[in-house]
């Protein structure tokens, strides 16, 4: 009876970690976050800087992490294509990107001013200039496509509405194949 009621503990307390600790884990295995500080001094060649906005406050943030960034597409599109980067809107840091030194302005850091909500993702050229804002949660399937829109440089070619509408009969086939 005592060992019974052991086990259940054990089985409870397990289930319970595992459901808790599992938006933590598989999201920062799959992407491979940097800190601003290390992104502002990165060579990162073609790639674009994906700058994940977040606060701790943020339950889209966590949901973010949770369903969208632990998604075996998006990781793999981040990591070929992206250098991705997580800044903490209401952050201490100082830094400078692009030039310019970025402090900590009361609630809100300096660099995260113009963001109007959380999570944002924003996009930024190798030379460190503003490229996109994407607001919001996206489901990976939608941050899928957002993604390659720029990652392949279809955003050059495409409006976006037609470009969604297209992606998976004509785009993600070919995108597949890069993945690969």
């Not at 089985?11 to 884990?25: E, I, Q, R, S």
């Not at 201490?92 to 692009?98: D, E, G, H, P, S």
């Not at 496509?145 to 509408?165: H, I, M, N, T």
Request: include cysteine; proline fraction near 3%.
């Amino acid at each position: 009876m005592k060992t019974n009621i052991i086990l259940k503990s054990i089985v409870l307390v397990t289930a319970f970690l595992a459901f808790h600790l599992a938006p933590f884990t598989s999201a920062t295995a799959q992407v491979k976050w940097h800190s601003i500080e290390d992104a502002s001094q990165a060579k990162i060649g073609t790639k674009l800087y994906l700058v994940d906005f977040y606060t701790d406050w943020c339950g889209y943030c966590r949901k973010m992490d949770r369903e969208t960034f632990s998604d075996a597409t998006v990781a793999k599109i981040i990591d070929k294509y992206y250098y991705p980067v997580k800044f903490n809107a209401e952050g201490r840091n100082v830094f400078t990107w692009a030039g310019h030194t970025y402090r900590s302005a009361g609630r809100v850091h300096e660099f995260a001013k113009g963001v109007r909500g959380y999570p944002t993702t924003v996009l930024f050229t190798a030379d460190g200039k503003m490229m996109q804002s994407i607001p919001g949660f996206l489901s990976a399937k939608e941050y899928t496509v957002v993604l390659w829109y720029f990652a392949s440089g279809d955003y050059q070619r495409y409006p976006y509405e037609q470009y969604s509408r297209i992606f998976d009969a004509e785009i993600r086939p070919q995108m597949e194949k890069q993945l690969k």
